[in-house]
């Protein structure tokens, strides 16, 4: 804490990690020895940048940007870009710690890395997004390559705005290395990836469920955002038969207690996707039911899938889910439970998978695009769905074997972060002191 001074939220994860995997660490020598575990929290490199670029009114704009290089034990350096206004050092370092135990979860050869912006896509013209971008990768494309790191998408990072950084830096390199993923599929990018996220967070929550014994098919799902993650988490969650009763941004939630359904999902993608509008335009074009400023977590729901952002999912609104009866929470953002929330569902007894290992599915996907682009070929849909449901049940397997208690029951909060960490902590090991 005294090296990373109010950097609250790589503190909160660190912590969280940490006391995670101490009882593994105490059995495994090897683990305390070398500066291990020093290092681990340490990113390799972490470069802050200026971004400088001229809005539509001809004025100067000064951004930060940043690009945190976490570890490379198993791969280049893998993560999103995410552009958001509380973007801030300590934001990204958590992004980036979290991230390398995900990728190696997912057993592809990719090390962990994350990257952004404060910069707020909100209002802003088509034409000052691009700026922005191309002003953004300006100054990435030296630290990037495709052995070396390749950034994605995050929040307010979609397929537009890789394909705007992608192109500036294959205008500046003069080279068609693809060294985004989530790119578009004219020119590179896989199908299912911009699916595989919240598709995957439905997946890995159906392998709890059927573990114990149950199947989401006609369960109520409470789904938090209406970004890119909570829209096919939405979708996939249906396609199973479940009943999606919420979805929200930061102006409010929607309550849809007859259920979502593949229309209603069209109509809320065209106001988020094309006229980047809130979800309080979707209720005003479809009179459903929005409730301002608040959060999705009061409604009666058998599973929550929170997919908007970091601690958006309290300890009150954790006893709120369960005193409305919830039995499983799969993470599909990155840290949105916090601690207190995670202890209060363990308590419970309710089924809970932590983001690195329930939202694993992007970047499993995103190591799927690299493959293909290393092979300079296109696997199709079926292909890459098939491969990620094979991931997820992995990832799956390997929480059951580092989690699984003296009373049948599973942490998987345990058996992620042990099953992450003795990955990257061998490889660490093998490959010496650096
Ligand atoms: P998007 O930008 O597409 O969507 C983000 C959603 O979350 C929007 O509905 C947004 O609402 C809401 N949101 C963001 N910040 C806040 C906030 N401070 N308070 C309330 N709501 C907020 O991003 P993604 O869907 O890509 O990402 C969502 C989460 O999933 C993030 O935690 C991300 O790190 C994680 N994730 C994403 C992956 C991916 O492949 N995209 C992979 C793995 C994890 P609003 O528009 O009002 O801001």
């Known amino acids: 804490a005294r090296r990373n001074p109010g950097q609250n939220e790589y503190l909160q994860a660190v912590r969280e990690v940490l006391h995670s995997i101490w009882p593994h660490v105490q059995q495994h020598r090897r683990y305390t020895e070398h500066g291990l575990l020093e290092r681990l929290v340490e990113p390799e490199r972490i470069i802050i940048f200026r971004v400088a670029w001229v809005d539509d009114r001809g004025e100067t704009q000064v951004n930060r940007g940043y690009r945190i290089q976490h570890n490379s034990a198993i791969g280049p350096y893998k993560g999103g870009i995410r552009f958001h206004p509380t973007v801030d050092l300590s934001v990204l370092k958590f992004l980036a710690f979290e991230q390398t135990f995900k990728n190696a979860l997912t057993t592809l050869p990719m090390g962990g890395g994350k990257g952004g912006s404060d910069f707020d896509p909100k209002g802003k013209s088509p034409g000052e997004v691009m700026r922005f971008c191309q002003a953004f990768a300006s100054e990435l494309f030296r630290h990037v390559g495709s052995d070396t790191d390749v950034p994605a998408g995050d929040i307010g990072v979609g397929a537009r705005e890789v394909g705007f950084m992608a192109g500036m830096i294959k205008k500046l390199t003069n080279r068609a290395d693809c060294v985004f993923t989530g790119k578009g599929l004219s020119f590179g990018g896989s199908l299912i990836r911009p699916e595989a996220t919240g598709y995957g967070t439905v997946y890995f929550a159906q392998e709890m469920l059927l573990h114990s014994g149950r199947s989401i098919e006609g369960l109520r799902v409470a789904v938090s ?66 409730e301002a400023s608040t959060k999705p977590w009061s409604v009666a729901c058998d599973v929550a899938l929170p997919c908007a ?50 939202n694993a ?51 998987y909060v345990n058996g992620a972060n042990i099953a992450g960490f003795v990955k990257v902590a061998d490889a660490m090991l093998a490959q010496g002191v650096i």
């Not at 969650?237 to 849809?256: N, Y």
């Not at 207690?257 to 005003?284: C, I, M, W």
């Not at 840290?335 to 089924?351: C, R, V």
């Open 309 to 358: 952002t970091q601690n958006e999912l309290s300890g009150a609104d954790a006893r709120m889910l369960i005193a409305n009866g919830v039995m499983c929470v799969a993470e599909g953002a990155n840290m949105p439970a916090t601690a207190e929330a995670i202890a209060a569902f363990e308590a419970a007894g309710a089924l809970f998978g932590p983001g690195k290992a329930s």
């Open 225 to 290: 955002g209406s970004g890119n993650v909570a829209q096919y988490a939405v979708e996939k969650a249906m396609e199973l038969g479940a009943i999606v009763v919420t979805v929200s941004d930061s102006s409010g939630t929607i309550i849809d207690d007859e259920g979502f359904t593949p229309d209603k999902l069209a109509e809320l993608q065209d106001v988020k996707n094309h006229h980047y509008g809130r979800v309080s335009d979707y209720a005003q074009r479809t009179g459903a039911r929005f």
């Open 361 to 411: 599915g992007g970047v499993a996907t995103s190591g799927l695009e690299m493959s293909q682009n290393a092979m300079r070929l296109s696997w199709p849909r079926e292909e890459v769905d098939a491969r990620l449901l094979e991931i997820m049940r992995g990832i799956h397997r390997a929480c059951l074997n580092y989690g699984a208690r003296p009373d049948g029951t599973v942490s």
